[in-house]
């Protein structure tokens, strides 16, 4: 049986019994057992009553964190001519088209966010089963398929989040770093609540939101009031 350690058992034992918590409960829970050497993020799942594998059921989205993600994103952008070069100006890390294709098919996959114009997908489409299950396949529903591209780099950089549920109804995402202030986190929890609750697809049943809670990347998890959760 593997050794707990300490600092996971003290974790384990501050967590215990506890559930349901108020936002600002929660986020004080998780920051106060951080104990990691680098900043962790702080991550949200929520368990939502709907089978993706009906497409009428499917949950997909994007928002943006009133108080950013903490994160640096790396953006690649499918583009050629005037809109590679206005991708590269607005901070875009790789730029291309065939040339970036080959590279990820190489498994050259050096981003955390995909963005195309619409005259890429074409090219874009046949990296489908490579790009989506990492879910970096661009769409034009969450803004990665655009004309606009300096706007979906800056949006990528600045704190947009995007969201897909799982094939076990789950959606998952980080909304911060511990080291943020607590306010801020609670900001961010709500925000991404709100938008998770107005991507309620119209084949949706019964619960929608069945249960949500947070963690740190090395602690527990502790879930949260739904009605706190909501934004005031």
């Known amino acids: 049986m593997a050794k707990i ?12 019994g506890k559930a349901n918590l108020s936002v600002e409960d929660a986020v004080a829970l998780v920051k106060s057992n951080v104990k990691a050497k680098f900043d962790e993020t702080v991550e949200i799942a929520m368990n939502l009553g709907v089978d993706p594998r009906h497409a009428d059921q499917m949950v997909r989205g994007v928002v943006t964190l009133p108080n950013g993600t ?11 001519g005037p809109k590679a070069d206005e991708a590269k100006a607005a901070g875009a890390e790789i730029v291309g088209a065939e040339d970036l294709m080959e590279a990820i098919q190489a498994g050259n996959i050096n981003f955390d966010r995909c963005i195309a114009t619409p005259d890429m997908m074409p090219l874009v489409g046949r990296l489908g089963k490579i790009l989506g299950p990492r879910n970096l396949m661009p769409n034009p529903k969450v803004g990665t398929v655009t004309m606009d591209v300096k706007a979906a780099v800056e949006a990528a950089k600045g704190g947009e989040v995007q969201f897909k549920a799982e094939k076990a109804g789950v959606v998952h995402a980080g909304v911060g770093k511990a080291s ?7 900001e961010n ?44």
């Open 70 to 80: 903490g994160k640096d994103v790396r953006v690649a952008v499918f583009a050629r």
């Open 189 to 232: 929890i709500r925000a991404f609540v709100d938008a998770v609750n107005r991507a309620k697809p119209s084949g949706a049943k019964g619960t929608y939101v069945k249960k949500v809670s947070i963690s740190s990347t090395m602690g527990p998890g502790v879930s949260l009031d739904l009605a706190s959760a909501v934004a005031q």
């Open 5 to 16: 350690s300490k600092n996971k058992a003290a974790a384990r034992a501050a967590f215990d």
């Open 180 to 186: 943020f202030d607590a306010g801020k986190l609670a």
